[in-house]
């Protein structure tokens, strides 16, 4: 099956340091998303990428589809203590008409020194 | 609008005990997800509804576990005969039909003692 491997684990960065985080996908995708976990909560949309090479931001994240569609990218900019949480990718192959499960990375957990 | 609800939060039971877990989606998604998220673990896909489709339960881990969805809105995940394995938190996602964004609900963490 698809595998998707999400890095680093984790990451230990002061107030106002910017951050990045990658995913990368053995096979192809056609729809990457990336989603933040607070403890307790479920995890949260923050942006979805639909093409190859599309470059997203939702306010200080920005976020990347790779041009070989076997990777994503998440970028940070001036971290804040409320940026404390879990990161995940996710993955889907299914495209068109139909909906389909996604694969998920395992996450990066998001440690912020004030 | 009102998000993907899920009870109970939190359940503790014994090993051996039968549990169910309720999903109520967004209202208009015709499309629900059970997913397992074990401690410090991704997100495990369990099973898939799509409207009157025939459920994809390609992810449920044993004959244990099953799942309805009744008049295409809520959700019951059906535990049987728990075992302390089973524990984890349970999240359910739904979506429109033919987006790729799904939204989350808090989760029911699951003890099994």
């Known amino acids: 099956g698809q595998q998707l491997n999400q890095s680093p684990q984790s990451m230990f960065i002061q107030e106002g340091e910017d951050v990045s985080m990658n995913c990368t996908s053995s096979?192809?995708?056609?729809?990457w998303l990336w989603y933040k976990q607070d403890p307790g909560e479920g995890p949260v949309l923050l942006i979805a990428l639909y093409k190859a090479g599309e470059l997203t931001s939702n306010g200080r994240l920005t976020a990347q589809f790779g041009i070989t569609r076997k990777d994503s990218f998440l970028n940070i900019s001036a971290s804040i203590p409320s940026d404390v949480g879990i990161y995940f990718c996710a993955g889907q192959l299914s495209s068109g008409g139909s909906n389909y499960k996604l694969t998920f990375g395992k996450g990066t957990l998001l440690t912020v020194n004030p | 609008g009102a998000g993907v609800s899920q009870s109970p939060s939190n359940k503790v039971t014994e090993k051996g005990k039968d549990v169910e877990l309720r999903c109520d989606p967004i209202?208009?998604?015709?499309?629900l997800y059970w997913y397992r998220q074990s401690l410090g673990q991704g997100l495990e896909f369990l099973i898939y509804f799509q409207g009157n489709s025939a459920p994809d339960k390609s992810g449920l881990p044993s004959d244990r576990f099953s799942a309805e969805r009744t008049g295409g809105s809520v959700s019951t995940l059906t535990i049987q005969r728990t075992q302390q394995e089973d524990s984890a938190v349970y999240l359910c996602?739904?979506?429109?039909?033919?987006?790729?964004?799904?939204?989350f609900g808090p989760g029911t963490r699951l003890t099994v003692t």
């Open positions: 096979s192809i995708f056609n729809t």
């Open positions: 996602a739904s979506s429109v039909t033919g987006l790729a964004e799904q939204y």
């Open positions: 209202s208009g998604h015709t499309a």
